[in-house]
T-cell receptor
Framework: GQNIDQPTEMTATEGAIVQINCTYQ??????LFWYQQHAGEAPTFLSY????GLEEKGRFSSFLSRSKGYSYLLLKELQMKDSASYLC???????????FGQGTELSVKP | NAGVTQTPKFQVLKTGQSMTLQCAQD?????MSWYRQDPGMGLRLIHY???????DQGEVPNGYNVSRSTTEDFPLRLLSAAPSQTSVYFC????????????????FGEGSRLTVL
């Protein structure tokens, strides 16, 4: 079966750095995604990791360790507009399914 | 570009009624899927399709049917609506699910908000 865990809520201060963790157990693995979702909107793509290591994209970085079934999303220089839900998702290629975690609601405070 | 288009955006049904949520994409994507999103539950996969004529069940398929007669369209049918199907439904598509140089990124529609009374 599949199991993806992330913290439900996090709070951080504007200008700070926050790390959102994701652990997963799936029957197959073909990549891990992070999506951002603002309230009332559709999810939008942030990052993709298929090999171990760090992928950096501006203020956002994502890390993957396949042996540990672990990923994190790092957000630097937090801005108020970063307040959103962050969704971790894993491609289970044995079934052709993209399975999501429950999402982490991030609140950025002034 | 239109991307992924879902209709309707809002719908209210009575228990037992049937309806179809429409989804169309103009990106020639092979992979299409339907998710539902409930508070605190994240996105749960209902059905998906890896190409025209091929569909398969996701995590929560009961009460829903799909078909994929063309590459562009992937309608979701509620056979007999129940209050438990009150949710926000997202259709999403991807060029490929097989990774490599293509990330398999999902493109989402704007969502359809369904209320079953």
């Amino acid at each position: 079966g599949q199991n993806i865990d992330q913290p439900t809520e996090m709070t951080a201060t504007e200008g700070a750095i926050v790390q959102i963790n994701c652990t997963y157990q799936t029957s197959g693995f073909n990549g891990l995604f992070w999506y951002q979702q603002h309230a009332g909107e559709a999810p939008t793509f942030l990052s993709y990791n298929v090999l171990d290591g760090l992928e950096e994209k501006g203020r956002f970085s994502s890390f993957l360790s396949r042996s540990k079934g672990y990923s994190y999303l790092l957000l630097k220089e937090l801005q108020m507009k970063d307040s959103a839900s962050y969704l971790c998702a894993v491609w289970d290629n044995q079934g052709g399914k993209l399975i999501f975690g429950q999402g982490t609601e991030l609140s950025v405070k002034p | 570009n239109a991307g992924v288009t879902q209709t309707p955006k809002f719908q209210v049904l009575k228990t037992g009624q049937s309806m179809t949520l429409q989804c169309a994409q103009d990106m020639n994507h092979e992979y299409m899927s339907w998710y539902r999103q409930d508070p605190g539950m994240g996105l749960r996969l209902i059905h998906y399709s890896v190409g025209a004529g091929i569909t398969d069940q996701g995590e929560v398929p009961n009460g829903y049917n799909v078909s994929r007669s063309t590459t562009e369209d992937f309608p979701l049918r509620l056979l007999s609506a129940a209050p438990s199907q009150t949710s926000v439904y997202f259709c999403a598509s991807s060029y490929s699910i097989w990774g490599g140089t293509n990330t398999g990124e999902l493109f989402f529609g704007e969502g359809s908000r369904l209320t079953v009374l």
